[in-house]
């Protein structure tokens, strides 16, 4: 874990930044005390990313359980009996991951999990612009279209010149081209640059420009515009912050209700989430859904003793993790042991960030999940892709995430089952004659998404030095899901010294290059692509 140090020590910094005031606007909209935002998000961090199997994954409060957790603290009567149901919910999450639940995961089609990160980053971008400009009337973190402040989305970015605050306009505007300009130039030029990252020295010029400007009537930062971590004044007020669960409240069937609704939008969104870090994963890791379902569910059951909020998997953090070149789990350890140590020993120092700085951090995060360039590839591999895609995407900015993903899935659903029969199966034979390892995967005439958790499960327990024969001769239709996860298995292939042999009407071809291109330029008499 600790051979990469040099990449996930910049990489825990940048996802430090960006955490910190999702965890705070995130409990701030959950009408919980800020501090729990805080604590769920150093035990997301340091218990959660220990236990997880994901290299790049990152845990912490999530915003798409804010509106659950605002209503029960009502229903329930007071926080420390709704912290009953956090535990409870993680207990819940735990049985999840022994009876393997996390199979789910692998049924969510690619076309809906890229509308998923799309449409996070458009969210992002559309929710980080008003606090960009000093307008900081939403906490941070929300990602819900009707805001609490009686706007929506789009009608609060009209109000921004109503609200400006020109001290955070023009330092927001100095952080994102400091964070471009590192990004796109500096980070090309020398190795140093990896290592201090633009973020971080964006923080930094926020930092010295709020010290700078205190006096200024024109750029001056009101402390309204800035991060408000909670300033203990001593150990016992520290301590003072954390809260215990009323489990005498465990008879009520309410907290049950609670408990199982958590359960079940928590350990949904952190299947959703580690599907699409996997996406994102350059090293393409596979994470193992079942061990996630039980550190999130460990996670929780702590969370909810300490009195933090529930946690999720968040693809944010995870994508921020991802962009800022993090390699392995010490990169999200670090985080939360960074939001722990900074609550501690420079709480004050953390309450001089303008918020506009780190939006521009985001701004920058939501961009690369959201690049132009996507809808075109999407739209390119035809309507049976870019239509679950592009509802996902609208469901998600004007909803929210859950219904977003619902409603792309339900029409992916729709779209393979017009395009796919019911034997939609492969075989799978073992050879291990001549003292070589022979395997001869089969795919049957209909190969739909529905065939991904096997065809993974099958391709990633493949053993080093193995001769993989692939049979498409009587493949009519090949789903573009199982293209993009053969296309992923060419990269561990060469890992495992794993020979691929691949028979079609075609011809043979030995250990293909692309699957991608090799699919692209067929006949479409031999394979359909979707």
Same mark, same amino acid.
Not at 52 to 79: D, E, F, M, N, R
């Given at each position: 874990?600790?051979?990469?140090?040099?990449?996930?020590?910049?990489?825990?910094?940048?996802?430090?930044?960006?955490?910190?005031?999702?965890?705070?606007?995130?409990?701030?909209?959950?009408?919980?005390?800020?501090?729990?935002?805080?604590?769920?998000?150093?035990?997301?961090?340091?218990?959660?990313?220990?236990?997880?199997?994901?290299?790049?994954?990152?845990?912490?409060?999530?915003?798409?359980?804010?509106?659950?957790?605002?209503?029960?603290?009502?229903?329930?009567?007071?926080?420390?009996? @709704?912290?009953? %149901?956090?535990?409870?919910?993680?207990?819940?999450?735990?049985?999840?991951?022994?009876?393997?639940?996390?199979?789910?995961?692998?049924?969510?089609?690619?076309?809906?999990?890229?509308?998923?990160?799309?449409?996070?980053?458009?969210?992002?971008?559309?929710?980080?612009?008003?606090?960009? @400009?000093?307008?900081? %009337?939403?906490?941070?973190?929300?990602?819900?279209?009707?805001?609490?402040?009686?706007?929506?989305?789009?009608?609060?970015?009209?109000?921004?010149?109503?609200?400006?605050?020109?001290?955070?306009?023009?330092?927001?505007?100095?952080?994102?081209?400091?964070?471009?300009?590192?990004?796109?130039?500096?980070?090309?030029?020398?190795?140093?640059?990896?290592?201090?990252?633009?973020?971080?020295? %964006?923080?930094?010029?926020?930092?010295?420009?709020?010290?700078?400007?205190?006096?200024?009537?024109?750029?001056?930062?009101?402390?309204?515009?800035?991060?408000?971590?909670?300033?203990?004044?001593?150990?016992?007020?520290?301590?003072?912050?954390?809260?215990?669960?009323?489990?005498?409240?465990?008879?009520?069937?309410?907290?049950?209700?609670?408990?199982?609704?958590?359960?079940?939008?928590?350990?949904?969104?952190?299947?959703?989430?580690?599907?699409?870090?996997?996406?994102?994963?350059?090293?393409?890791?596979?994470?193992?859904?079942?061990?996630?379902?039980?550190?999130?569910?460990?996670?929780?059951?702590?969370?909810?003793?300490?009195?933090?909020?529930?946690?999720?998997?968040?693809?944010?953090?995870?994508? %921020?993790?991802?962009?800022?070149?993090?390699?392995?789990?010490?990169?999200?350890?670090?985080?939360?042991?960074?939001?722990?140590?900074?609550?501690?020993?420079?709480?004050?120092?953390?309450?001089?960030?303008?918020?506009?700085?780190?939006?521009?951090?985001?701004?920058?995060?939501?961009?690369?999940?959201?690049?132009?360039?996507?809808?075109?590839?999407?739209?390119?591999?035809?309507?049976?892709?870019?239509?679950?895609?592009?509802?996902?995407?609208?469901?998600?900015?004007?909803?929210?995430?859950?219904?977003?993903?619902?409603?792309?899935?339900?029409?992916?659903?729709?779209?393979?089952?017009?395009?796919?029969?019911?034997?939609?199966?492969?075989?799978?034979?073992?050879?291990?004659?001549?003292?070589?390892?022979?395997?001869?995967?089969?795919?049957?005439?209909?190969?739909?998404?529905?065939?991904?958790?096997?065809?993974?499960?099958?391709?990633?327990?493949?053993?080093?030095?193995?001769?993989?024969?692939?049979?498409?001769?009587?493949?009519?239709?090949?789903?573009?899901?199982?293209?993009?996860?053969?296309?992923?298995?060419? @990269?561990?292939?060469?890992?495992?010294?794993?020979?691929?042999?691949?028979?079609?009407?075609?011809?043979?071809?030995?250990?293909?290059?692309?699957?991608?291109? @090799?699919?692209?330029?067929?006949?479409?008499?031999?394979?359909?692509?979707?």
């Amino acid at each position: 874990m600790f051979k990469h140090l040099k990449n996930d020590l910049p990489a825990s910094i940048v996802v430090f930044f960006v955490a910190l005031p999702l965890c705070l606007g995130i409990a701030l909209a959950s009408g919980a005390p800020l501090f729990s935002g805080v604590i769920a998000g150093i035990i997301g961090g340091v218990i959660v990313g220990s236990l997880s199997g994901s290299k790049l994954g990152v845990s912490g409060p999530a915003a798409g359980l804010a509106a659950i957790v605002l209503t029960a603290i009502g229903t329930l009567g007071s926080y420390e009996n @709704f912290l009953v %149901a956090v535990v409870l919910a993680g207990i819940i999450q735990l049985i999840f991951g022994v009876l393997k639940a996390g199979v789910i995961g692998y049924y969510f089609p690619s076309s809906v999990i890229k509308g998923m990160l799309t449409g996070i980053g458009i969210i992002i971008i559309l929710k980080q612009i008003p606090h960009f @400009f000093g307008y900081d %009337a939403e906490p941070e973190g929300a990602d819900s279209f009707i805001e609490a402040s009686g706007e929506n989305t789009f009608s609060s970015l009209f109000h921004i010149f109503d609200h400006l605050i020109l001290g955070s306009f023009v330092i927001g505007a100095l952080g994102l081209v400091v964070i471009l300009f590192w990004d796109i130039i500096l980070s090309k030029k020398a190795k140093f640059f990896t290592v201090i990252q633009g973020p971080f020295i %964006a923080v930094v010029l926020g930092i010295i420009f709020y010290l700078l400007t205190g006096s200024n009537e024109s750029l001056a930062i009101s402390t309204s515009h800035l991060v408000s971590v909670p300033i203990p004044d001593d150990i016992n007020s520290f301590l003072g912050q954390f809260s215990f669960p009323n489990f005498a409240a465990i008879t009520n069937p309410e907290v049950w209700i609670v408990a199982f609704t958590i359960a079940l939008v928590a350990s949904l969104e952190t299947l959703l989430s580690v599907e699409a870090c996997d996406k994102l994963d350059p090293d393409k890791n596979v994470t193992p859904t079942n061990r996630e379902l039980l550190a999130q569910g460990a996670g929780n059951i702590v969370s909810g003793l300490v009195g933090g909020l529930p946690i999720t998997q968040v693809i944010v953090r995870s994508s %921020a993790n991802v962009q800022s070149g993090g390699k392995s789990k010490l990169s999200t350890i670090l985080h939360g042991l960074l939001l722990l140590i900074s609550v501690i020993l420079i709480p004050t120092l953390l309450n001089k960030i303008p918020l506009s700085v780190l939006a521009a951090i985001l701004l920058v995060v939501g961009y690369k999940l959201a690049k132009p360039k996507l809808f075109k590839q999407m739209y390119q591999l035809g309507w049976k892709q870019f239509v679950p895609f592009i509802v996902t995407v609208v469901g998600i900015v004007f909803t929210d995430l859950l219904v977003g993903i619902g409603l792309g899935l339900g029409v992916g659903i729709i779209v393979i089952l017009l395009k796919s029969y019911q034997n939609s199966h492969f075989l799978h034979i073992e050879d291990n004659s001549d003292g070589k390892h022979k395997i001869k995967m089969t795919l049957a005439e209909e190969v739909t998404f529905f065939n991904k958790g096997a065809i993974l499960k099958e391709l990633d327990s493949l053993p080093k030095d193995t001769i993989l024969e692939i049979n498409l001769i009587n493949t009519r239709y090949l789903d573009n899901d199982i293209i993009e996860i053969l296309e992923d298995f060419l @990269f561990k292939a060469k890992e495992k010294n794993i020979d691929i042999k691949l028979i079609s009407k075609r011809g043979i071809v030995e250990n293909p290059e692309s699957f991608i291109h @090799f699919f692209n330029v067929r006949p479409k008499s031999d394979i359909s692509l979707s």
